[in-house]
């Protein structure tokens, strides 16, 4: 079982930038698809970024945040990590990252087996 801790999140002004990182434990990072999901107050949590576990090489990006966020995996670190730049406040919401043995690389939520605590991000116009 791998747990996952989310950091980086805050307050920000729109058209800022802020990174999540997202340390997990265990000695088998590499093998787990990573995701980033999101919810907002009174909205279903929805997916934002994926990233398929060994060398990451396929990724997906919900339409909203395309150009603008950036999901990477440091295998050696046991680390994923979400760039996100030009910020709006409508990106405000609690921020999860979740892993999956189960799928090579997954985008719903209900293909992730471990899931964050959260982090709140919020975007002041």
């Known amino acids: 079982q791998v747990q996952l801790v989310e950091s980086g999140g805050g307050p920000v002004q729109a058209g800022g930038s802020l990174r999540l990182s997202c340390a997990t434990s265990?000695?088998?990072?590499?093998?787990?698809?990573m995701g980033w999901f999101r919810q907002a107050p009174g909205k279903e949590r929805e997916p934002v970024a994926s990233?398929?576990?060994?060398?990451?090489?396929?990724?997906y990006y919900a339409d909203s945040v395309k150009g603008r966020f950036t999901i990477s995996r440091d295998n050696a670190g046991n680390t994923v990590y979400l760039q996100m730049n030009s910020l709006k406040p409508e990106d405000t919401a609690v921020y999860y990252c979740?892993?999956?043995?189960?799928?090579?690389?997954?985008?719903?939520?209900?293909?992730?087996?471990?899931w964050g605590q959260g982090a709140q991000v919020t975007v002041s116009s």
């Open positions: 979740a892993a999956t043995l189960r799928f090579s690389f997954a985008l719903g939520a209900g293909a992730y087996d471990y």
């Open positions: 990233v398929s576990s060994k060398n990451g090489a396929r990724i």
């Open positions: 265990g000695r088998t990072f590499a093998n787990y698809a």
